[in-house]
């Protein structure tokens, strides 16, 4: 087998990954150039993908050529080594496309035995039903002059922007030029980005752009629209609409000290630069770790710098995610866990421990809910899902970061402690750098590394971490110093909250507020919850008139489980400024299964579904139960 392919080579169950068409045993990608307009009147991509595919294996390539998924997209000629090609187009699935096959005649397959590369010219476009993409009008921004266009190919979506192998398991360089109306400025999650345009023509400007690192195709990301940046460390910079620019480069003044934290714990940054696009509120999620240009939600311009920690953990995924990869879906916790594991690390480097301990009952509450959501037996709480059939986005949840999490940390007690958990962690990056991997993979690495050490892990139940749903069964130890003073007001609340003032509160970090109000969540508070309870309570703390995202959600979680009619114009005004799917998803669902607010759930994301992301909007109207 190739060396540079032993991802895909071995084959087993927990290596086939069951959310692609493609064939890349066979012929595996290796390098895709693009060469795409944004066209937004049309509201489409057009050009051509050239995919650089080395044939693994002549015989099966033969009779089953180049396969490729594709979403959604019109596929208007295909050319192999420049010749016209025949190829056709597979049923469609509901999540997974259609997937793209490309005949090669017995010339290629004989001209391929010296040279077993060949490049495959696809020209397409991309359509309004490409999940990928989301196309804003002038009214959906910021600045309301020009329209906007982002991407976001996680997990299954690449295929909606450019006919791919879209797996993990076969990485690629690439490069793209991309055209767009002149007022406009496209970056890409590559190197370019803040580049002159290396074309103008009228009424249009082209910019040029090159990703040596091998990456996953879910890391492929535009985005077009009237951007200025400013710098904020030799390495990085923040970008974002000339409306919020100045706002996101305070907020987010600590990457290069965020990205040096990440370096000394695992190894050198390898993408060159690190810049942060701050994002149109509809973008679905916290973050996402695309190479070079991290994309963000501005849910986390709070103005006191109190949400940045999701920086840290997109930061993270360039080790954990983007350079070791998992090889399928099933093995997420791989790049999740993983991060998570590391962001707190860095978060403690920078704020101490107490806090860093702090948010790991964050995600134990996180992790909590989940289980609730799905149901304490569901394979969707596994650490290692079954797959099969499945749409990845539909199992997308705190389980894999905040288990996956969970389960370093306790490897880390098994081992003895951070002190000798850190090489290991530097070794770890070491070995998988460029590669893929599945949970027996680290498995392995994991018990031979500590063999080697004398270190005796043998009390590590992998099935149990593994396959068994519901809460981990090792509960973990984390430092309560200052959930301590959270657990304190809670209890006060608890006997009525007779005695409670704003001095409480005094002092006290964000992470602190988020513990109080999270355990407030808690059904052990149910009995006391009460809407004139909460009316005290906000009388005292101010929490319905925050800045800030994350106490805003929970505050408005607690007046709809306490049934507060008061609390639903607040709801209403949070699902419709923004579309992060971590908000939007739980508040329409809370909403909707209130006994105040069914009706006004339905009748809200109607009237403003248009503005969501297709990937929010499918979900969301799956918790509403709109697609029955």
Same mark, same amino acid.
């Given at each position: 087998?190739?060396?540079?392919?032993?991802?895909?080579?071995?084959?087993?169950?927990?290596?086939?990954?069951?959310?692609?068409?493609?064939?890349?045993?066979?012929?595996?990608?290796?390098?895709?150039?693009?060469?795409?307009?944004?066209?937004?009147?049309?509201?489409?991509?057009?050009?051509?993908?050239?995919?650089?595919?080395?044939?693994?294996?002549?015989?099966?390539?033969?009779?089953?050529?180049?396969?490729?998924?594709?979403?959604?997209?019109?596929?208007?000629?295909?050319?192999?080594?420049?010749?016209?090609?025949?190829?056709?187009?597979?049923?469609?699935?509901?999540?997974?496309?259609?997937?793209?096959?490309?005949?090669?005649?017995?010339?290629?397959?004989?001209?391929?035995?010296?040279?077993?590369?060949?490049?495959?010219?696809?020209?397409?476009?991309?359509?309004?039903?490409?999940?990928?993409?989301?196309?804003?009008?002038?009214?959906?921004?910021?600045?309301?002059?020009?329209?906007?266009?982002?991407?976001?190919?996680?997990?299954?979506?690449?295929?909606?922007?450019?006919?791919?192998?879209?797996?993990?398991?076969?990485?690629?360089?690439?490069?793209?030029?991309?055209?767009?109306?002149?007022?406009?400025?496209?970056?890409?999650?590559?190197?370019?980005?803040?580049?002159?345009?290396?074309?103008?023509?009228?009424?249009?400007?082209?910019?040029?752009?090159?990703?040596?690192?091998?990456?996953?195709?879910?890391?492929?990301?535009?985005?077009?629209?009237?951007?200025?940046?400013?710098?904020?460390?030799?390495?990085?910079?923040?970008?974002?609409?000339?409306?919020?620019?100045?706002?996101?480069?305070?907020?987010?003044?600590?990457?290069?000290?965020? #990205?040096?934290?990440? %370096?000394?714990?695992? &190894?050198?940054? $390898?993408?060159?630069?690190?810049? +942060? =696009?701050?994002?149109?509120?509809?973008?679905?999620?916290?973050?996402?770790?695309?190479?070079?240009?991290?994309?963000?939600?501005?849910?986390?311009?709070?103005?006191?710098?109190?949400?940045?920690?999701?920086?840290?953990?997109?930061?993270?995924?360039?080790?954990?995610?983007?350079?070791?990869?998992?090889?399928?879906?099933?093995?997420?916790?791989?790049?999740?866990?993983?991060?998570?594991?590391?962001?707190?690390?860095?978060?403690?480097?920078?704020?101490?421990?107490?806090?860093?301990?702090?948010?790991?009952?964050?995600?134990?509450?996180?992790?909590?809910?989940?289980?609730?959501?799905?149901?304490?037996?569901?394979?969707?709480?596994?650490?290692?899902?079954?797959?099969?059939?499945?749409?990845?986005?539909?199992?997308?949840?705190?389980?894999?970061?905040?288990?996956?999490?969970?389960? #370093?940390?306790?490897? %880390?007690?098994?081992? &003895?402690?951070? $002190?000798?958990?850190?090489?290991? +962690? =530097?070794?770890?990056?070491?070995?998988?750098?460029?590669?893929?991997?599945?949970?027996?993979?680290?498995?392995?690495?994991?018990?031979?590394?500590?063999?080697?050490?004398?270190?005796?892990?043998?009390?590590?139940?992998?099935?149990?971490?593994?396959?068994?749903?519901?809460?981990?069964?090792?509960?973990?130890?984390?430092?309560?110093?200052?959930?301590?003073?959270?657990?304190?007001?809670?209890?006060?609340?608890?006997?009525?909250?007779?005695?409670?003032?704003?001095?409480?509160?005094?002092?006290?970090?964000?992470?602190?507020?988020?513990?109080?109000?999270?355990?407030?969540?808690?059904?052990?508070?149910?009995?006391?919850?009460?809407?004139?309870?909460?009316?005290?309570?906000?009388?005292?703390?101010?929490?319905?008139?925050?800045?800030?995202?994350?106490?805003?959600?929970?505050?408005?979680?607690?007046?709809?489980?306490?049934?507060?009619?008061?609390?639903?114009?607040?709801?209403?005004?949070?699902?419709?400024?923004?579309?992060?799917?971590?908000?939007?998803?739980?508040?329409?669902?809370?909403?909707?299964?209130?006994?105040?607010?069914?009706?006004?759930?339905?009748?809200?994301?109607?009237?403003?579904?248009?503005?969501?992301?297709?990937?929010?909007?499918?979900?969301?109207?799956?918790?509403?139960?709109?697609?029955?």
């Amino acid at each position: 087998t190739d060396q540079r392919y032993p991802s895909i080579m071995a084959g087993s169950e927990e290596e086939v990954d069951l959310a692609t068409q493609s064939n890349p045993t066979v012929a595996a990608q290796r390098h895709i150039s693009l060469a795409l307009t944004a066209d937004f009147a049309q509201r489409q991509l057009r050009g051509t993908a050239t995919l650089t595919v080395d044939l693994l294996d002549l015989a099966k390539a033969s009779a089953q050529g180049v396969v490729l998924d594709t979403n959604h997209l019109e596929i208007h000629g295909v050319r192999v080594q420049g010749e016209q090609a025949e190829y056709s187009l597979g049923e469609p699935h509901p999540a997974f496309g259609r997937p793209l096959k490309v005949a090669l005649t017995p010339n290629v397959i004989s001209a391929a035995e010296g040279n077993s590369s060949i490049k495959v010219e696809v020209d397409y476009n991309t359509t309004v039903a490409s999940a990928a993409a989301q196309w804003l009008d002038a009214s959906q921004t910021s600045g309301k002059t020009q329209p906007f266009l982002f991407t976001q190919c996680q997990a299954i979506h690449a295929r909606s922007l450019l006919p791919c192998q879209d797996t993990p398991q076969v990485k690629i360089t690439y490069d793209a030029r991309v055209t767009c109306p002149s007022p406009l400025t496209v970056l890409m999650s590559a190197l370019g980005n803040g580049d002159a345009p290396v074309a103008t023509s009228d009424g249009e400007k082209t910019f040029a752009f090159t990703q040596p690192v091998a990456m996953a195709t879910y890391l492929v990301a535009f985005a077009v629209g009237v951007l200025e940046t400013r710098p904020v460390g030799e390495r990085t910079a923040v970008w974002g609409e000339p409306e919020v620019v100045d706002k996101a480069a305070r907020e987010f003044a600590e990457m290069e000290d965020m #990205l040096k934290a990440g %370096e000394a714990i695992c &190894g050198p940054y $390898e993408w060159t630069r690190y810049d +942060v =696009l701050c994002m149109p509120p509809s973008f679905p999620y916290g973050g996402m770790e695309n190479p070079c240009l991290t994309f963000v939600t501005p849910t986390l311009l709070a103005g006191d710098r109190s949400l940045v920690d999701v920086v840290a953990h997109e930061i993270t995924h360039s080790w954990t995610g983007n350079l070791v990869t998992n090889r399928t879906w099933k093995h997420f916790w791989l790049n999740e866990g993983w991060t998570k594991y590391v962001e707190r690390k860095i978060v403690e480097r920078l704020r101490g421990k107490a806090v860093a301990e702090l948010t790991c009952y964050d995600g134990l509450r996180a992790l909590q809910d989940s289980v609730s959501h799905f149901g304490e037996g569901h394979e969707f709480t596994k650490l290692m899902p079954d797959l099969h059939d499945v749409d990845p986005d539909d199992a997308f949840s705190s389980v894999p970061y905040e288990k996956g999490f969970n389960l #370093l940390r306790y490897l %880390e007690s098994v081992v &003895g402690g951070p $002190e000798a958990f850190a090489p290991f +962690v =530097l070794a770890y990056v070491a070995e998988f750098r460029h590669k893929t991997l599945t949970s027996a993979d680290f498995r392995e690495f994991f018990t031979n590394y500590w063999k080697g050490k004398g270190v005796d892990t043998s009390a590590v139940d992998w099935e149990a971490w593994y396959t068994a749903p519901g809460m981990p069964a090792v509960a973990n130890e984390f430092d309560g110093s200052l959930a301590a003073a959270a657990t304190a007001v809670k209890q006060k609340w608890v006997a009525g909250g007779d005695d409670s003032s704003p001095a409480d509160i005094e002092g006290w970090g964000n992470g602190q507020t988020l513990r109080l109000l999270d355990s407030l969540l808690e059904d052990d508070f149910a009995p006391q919850l009460t809407p004139a309870l909460l009316a005290r309570m906000d009388a005292a703390y101010s929490f319905s008139s925050s800045g800030n995202a994350e106490v805003r959600f929970r505050w408005q979680r607690l007046g709809i489980k306490a049934e507060m009619p008061e609390i639903i114009p607040q709801v209403v005004q949070l699902v419709t400024e923004q579309g992060r799917m971590k908000f939007t998803r739980v508040l329409y669902r809370a909403l909707f299964n209130s006994k105040m607010g069914a009706a006004v759930a339905v009748d809200t994301f109607k009237a403003h579904a248009d503005m969501y992301h297709p990937i929010c909007a499918k979900m969301v109207r799956r918790d509403l139960k709109l697609d029955q």
